[in-house]
């Protein structure tokens, strides 16, 4: 099958990738909606914000698509009128090996920058989210890609293996947990394949004195309770400096015991089920830990059954906000990937500086504060692939994501990924005779 891939993907860089990525790919009106309605369906995530990862979708496809006809090479002159120039090309076939909390974006986030780049693609959803990836894989169908040029197996963990021991994958773009992406590195070094690992985080989010407290606790709700918590940027290490500590945990409390989980199909829900029980355990199990070591828990934390009948088989939980907390406890260095906050008190920059970047992930960190100065050197000095200024939990396509240290590497959206799913040949011509020392 990849020899097939990979003579698509020649075939496809030397048709115009524009077009093929500028055919219908937008999904409109009912069928976004049913694709956000499958999307609910196979994640569990609420109708709001599973339209808005339809829309995000179609958004980076669009944005890849105006990125194609831009991609260019260099020219160099040499001396005695020699010249080099360079010529983008494709790796070839790209294989993408996704996680299950934004099974239909993150299928585009793969899908879009490879083809715009002239790659075939292979993506494999995860097994707990098969549906809406081939979906999207239809959509490209309908839109006249080459058959072949993306394709969608299914599997679990023998079939990413499968696709990061394959001679003729040339790349692989893993989205997970820290503990597969370094098996998918190890697997994909066997044949030197080029990686993306978009891994997890324990993101850090500092709210000073000089906040626009209204702002900052809606930022700190934003960064914790999207997608039931299920999101590897969140920031789930909320340092809150000491002297606003009491206004600011009144304000989150509330508003964290307001948040409506149950059916995540309807508009006025804004927590829906965890993706499974083994999930939902975790979590839980996360919280017991946090209490077994002191931290006290402000609000939920706690299973729930909604009253509606159809849903008493879910894995829903309360949002939980936990206070008392340590750098040193469990809850404030693992990830839980749950709908758990923990908040921290700090007393200056620096030591919070220190505390934040204390930690062997770097996907995400977030900063508020008034003062101009002190949001720039905090931003510069977080060791984070993404700082959020008065702000948490956006990702505009437009601009570059992706982690430092044990979050991962390589760059998914804006002009960066380009560099990471493509190659630069260099050409060298001499105008005159060879030079030889022989
Ligand atoms: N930071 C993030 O974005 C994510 C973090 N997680 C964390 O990871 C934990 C485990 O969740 P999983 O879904 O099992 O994550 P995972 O990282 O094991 O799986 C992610 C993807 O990798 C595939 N996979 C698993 N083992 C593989 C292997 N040996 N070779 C190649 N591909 C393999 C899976 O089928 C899935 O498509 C969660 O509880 C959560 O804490 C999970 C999903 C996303
Ligand atoms: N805000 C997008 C996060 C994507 C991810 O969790 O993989």
């Known amino acids: 099958m990849m020899a097939g891939l990979a003579s698509a993907a020649a075939h496809h860089h030397t048709n115009s990738r524009r077009d093929l990525l500028h055919g219908n790919m937008e999904p409109q009106g009912e069928r976004r909606d049913n694709i956000a309605k499958l999307e609910v369906i196979n994640n569990g995530k609420?109708?709001?914000?599973?339209?808005?990862?339809?829309?995000?979708?179609?958004?980076?496809?669009?944005?890849?698509?105006?990125?194609?006809?831009?991609?260019?090479?260099?020219?160099?002159?040499?001396?005695?009128?020699?010249?080099?120039?360079?010529?983008?090309?494709?790796?070839?076939?790209?294989?993408?090996?996704?996680?299950?909390?934004?099974?239909?974006?993150?299928?585009?986030?793969?899908?879009?920058?490879?083809?715009?780049?002239?790659?075939?693609?292979?993506?494999?959803?995860?097994?707990?989210?098969p549906v809406t990836g081939v979906i999207l894989a239809e959509i490209f169908h309908e839109a006249g890609v080459p058959v072949g040029l993306v394709n969608v197996v299914q599997g679990g963990a023998e079939t990413g293996s499968l696709l990061c021991h394959h001679p003729n994958v040339a790349k692989v773009s893993f989205t997970g947990s820290v503990p597969t992406g370094k098996k998918v590195m190890e697997m994909s070094a066997k044949t030197v394949k080029h990686v993306t690992l978009e891994l997890g985080g324990k993101s850090p989010l500092l709210i000073f004195k000089d906040c626009e407290l209204e702002n900052a606790v809606r930022g700190a709700l934003m960064a914790n309770f999207l997608t039931q918590g299920q999101v590897c940027t969140n920031g789930t290490r909320v340092f809150v400096q000491r002297e606003i500590m009491p206004q600011f945990l009144e304000e989150v409390v509330k508003r964290t015991k307001a948040i409506v989980v149950g059916d995540p199909l309807l508009t006025e829900t804004r927590m829906g089920g965890l993706i499974s029980k083994p999930q939902l355990d975790?979590?839980?199990?996360?919280?017991?830990?946090?209490?077994?070591?002191?931290?006290?828990?402000?609000?939920?934390?706690?299973?729930?059954?909604?009253?509606?009948?159809?849903?008493?088989?879910?894995?829903?939980?309360?949002?939980?906000?936990?206070d008392n907390c340590r750098d040193d406890m469990t809850c404030v260095k693992e990830e839980?990937?749950?709908?758990?906050?923990?908040?921290?008190?700090?007393?200056?920059?620096?030591e919070v500086l220190q505390r934040a970047n204390n930690t062997t992930f770097g996907?995400?960190?977030?900063?508020?504060?008034?003062?101009?100065?002190?949001?720039?050197?905090?931003?510069?000095?977080?060791?984070?692939?993404?700082?959020?200024?008065?702000?948490?939990?956006?990702?505009?396509?437009?601009?570059?994501?992706?982690?430092?240290?044990?979050?991962?590497?390589?760059?998914?959206?804006?002009?960066?990924?380009?560099?990471?799913?493509?190659?630069?040949?260099?050409?060298?011509?001499?105008?005159?005779?060879?030079?030889?020392?022989?």
């Not at 919280?287 to 931290?295: F, P, R, T, Y």
């Not at 609000?299 to 906000?321: A, H, I, Q, R």
């Not at 839980?336 to 920059?349: A, C, K, N, R």
């Open 363 to 438: 996907l995400a960190s977030g900063v508020f504060t008034r003062d101009i100065s002190r949001a720039h050197r905090v931003a510069a000095n977080l060791e984070a692939g993404t700082c959020y200024i008065n702000t948490y939990s956006i990702s505009p396509v437009e601009v570059p994501f992706g982690g430092y240290k044990m979050s991962g590497f390589g760059r998914e959206n804006g002009q960066a990924t380009v560099d990471y799913y493509s190659q630069l040949k260099t050409v060298i011509v001499e105008m005159g005779d060879v030079d030889s020392l022989f």
């Open 46 to 129: 609420t109708i709001t914000e599973a339209e808005y990862d339809i829309d995000a979708a179609w958004q980076c496809i669009e944005y890849y698509a105006g990125l194609a006809p831009t991609l260019s090479g260099q020219h160099i002159q040499l001396p005695g009128g020699a010249f080099a120039y360079t010529r983008r090309e494709p790796l070839g076939v790209c294989a993408g090996i996704l996680a299950w909390n934004y099974p239909f974006m993150i299928a585009a986030w793969k899908c879009a920058p490879a083809l715009a780049c002239g790659n075939a693609v292979v993506f494999k959803p995860s097994p707990m989210t």
């Open 282 to 322: 975790k979590v839980l199990g996360f919280v017991a830990q946090a209490k077994k070591e002191g931290a006290r828990v402000l609000c939920g934390g706690e299973p729930l059954t909604p009253s509606d009948p159809k849903l008493k088989n879910g894995y829903f939980m309360s949002p939980c906000v936990l």
């Open 336 to 350: 839980i990937f749950g709908p758990v906050m923990s908040v921290l008190p700090f007393d200056t920059e620096e």
